[in-house]
């Protein structure tokens, strides 16, 4: 028993890069659900701002994703999530700043959602707001493209922190064929997601159709 507790709301992307870190290290988890969305969330969740995911390990109380992909990766035996070579370790944190900086807003909140409302109310889809998303998102995919075709990380090979960072983004965006037909033009983007979104812990923390780990 690993002592570990998750708060967080499953259809969070960030939420999910934590989940992937704990599914590919085999840890079992406590998952507590959070969704800061709802009123009066604030009053439950462990986080001062409202955020998710929160992760607590026997006492230690840990927020923000990459401390917690960090502290996952250090705490807990497995193949190591940073590449110990210096350039790739550096471009596993480029990864990471990138789809911060500039992919979330795009592929997620735009992209993605403008399926999802459209979807989930009977609405017309917001197709100015998905066009400006995939526009924003197109300098995006070309620096992962340069970087996946590169090798050094978001190679297809063995997970790091970039790959878990990037993935469940790439998943939202890839729901609307626009999303998906887009990363048809970066060949080497394409075949990381192929490989990616194939792998179990991918299976194991879709959004709706998977269980919470317990310990």
Do not use: C
Request: charged share 20%; hydrophobic share 45%; glycine share 8%.
């Amino acid at each position: 028993m690993t002592g570990l507790t998750l708060h967080g709301f499953r259809p969070s992307v960030y939420v999910r890069v934590a989940r992937l870190a704990l599914h590919l290290r085999g840890l079992d988890y406590t998952l507590v659900e959070v969704d800061p969305f709802q009123p009066g969330a604030a009053a439950h969740n462990p986080h001062p701002m409202n955020r998710i995911p929160v992760l607590d390990h026997d006492g230690f109380r840990l927020f923000e994703t990459r401390a917690i992909l960090t502290y996952l990766d250090r705490a807990f035996p497995g193949a190591p999530l940073l590449p110990g070579d210096p350039q790739a370790a550096a471009r596993a944190m480029q990864v990471q700043g990138i789809v911060d900086a500039y992919g979330y807003w795009p592929m997620v909140r735009q992209v993605y959602v403008a399926e999802a409302q459209a979807r989930d109310t009977g609405a017309p889809r917001d197709d100015g707001m998905l066009a400006e998303g995939l526009a924003a998102a197109a300098p995006v995919l070309r620096m992962l493209e340069k970087i996946a075709a590169e090798g050094r990380v978001l190679a297809g090979d063995a997970p790091s922190l970039a790959d878990l960072h990037l993935a469940p983004m790439m998943a939202y965006f890839t729901i609307p064929p626009e999303g998906a037909e887009a990363l048809t033009a970066h060949p080497a983007l394409a075949r990381w997601w192929a490989w990616m979104s194939a792998r179990p812990e991918m299976t194991a923390t879709v959004p709706g159709a998977d269980q919470p780990r317990k310990t």
